[in-house]
T-cell receptor, first 114, second 114 residues
């Protein structure tokens, strides 16, 4: 069975600073990986996904993520954080491209200081 | 294009009472999902519909939870009777038929059971 660990429950960064959110997965075969953002009072929105190919994936809102098979990681990055990026971020892993069969991590809450 | 609509947004009930949540997916989306999101955790799939058919309900606690999707559009998730541990956010998501790698989430219904 697949599983996801997001080691950081809460991260605080200053506006304009760079951001990296960690995601470690456990799955024996080729994983299918997703990052979502959940803003207060809103549903989850897909930021990006990795299925195969280039291990550096570009997403919406200026986010990117890098798949590292040797480290079983899929960390999310953004070079310069905006106050509107304050939200909760979820990493998910699946055995297929079917997002409905993926397993979510417990999320990381991002606070942005002015 | 309107997003996934859920109602009510908030519901407070006493334990042992019944409760129902309603979801209207994005127009034309044949696949509909219900998720449970406990506080501080990621979403967990309860049930997935393809049109009117529940194709994956293995995680739905059938002793007290039920769902229906009449006519393959709107869906209702019901809990009867509710327990204290059911306090959570109930999320609905939808996808176009055949597009399984992207889900569109609604804002959720926050249930508090007293």
């Amino acid at each position: 069975a697949q599983s996801v660990t997001q080691p950081d429950i809460h991260i605080t960064v200053s506006e304009g600073a760079s951001l990296e959110l960690r995601c470690n997965y456990s799955y024996g075969a080729t994983p299918y990986l997703f990052w979502y953002v959940q803003s207060p009072g809103q549903g989850l929105q897909l930021l990006l996904k990795y299925f195969s190919g280039d291990t550096l994936v570009q997403g919406i809102k200026g986010f990117e993520a890098e798949f590292k098979r040797s480290q079983s990681s899929f960390n999310l990055r953004k070079p310069s954080v905006h106050w509107s990026d304050a939200a909760e971020y979820f990493c998910a892993v699946g055995a297929t491209t079917n997002a409905g069969k993926s397993t979510f991590g417990d999320g990381t809450t991002l606070t942005v200081k002015p | 294009e309107a997003g996934v609509v859920q109602s009510p947004r908030y519901k407070i009930i006493e334990k042992k009472q019944p409760v129902a949540f309603w979801c209207n997916p994005i127009s034309g989306h044949n696949t509909l999902y219900w998720y449970l999101q406990n506080l501080g955790q990621g979403p967990e799939l309860l049930i997935r519909y393809e049109n009117e058919e529940a194709v994956d309900d293995s995680q739905l606690p059938k002793d007290r939870f039920s769902a229906e999707r009449l006519k393959g559009v709107d869906s209702t998730l019901k809990i009867q009777p509710a327990e204290l541990g059911d306090s959570a956010v109930y999320l609905c998501a939808s996808s176009p038929l055949g597009v399984t790698d992207t889900q569109y989430f609604g804002p959720g219904t926050r249930l508090t059971v007293l």
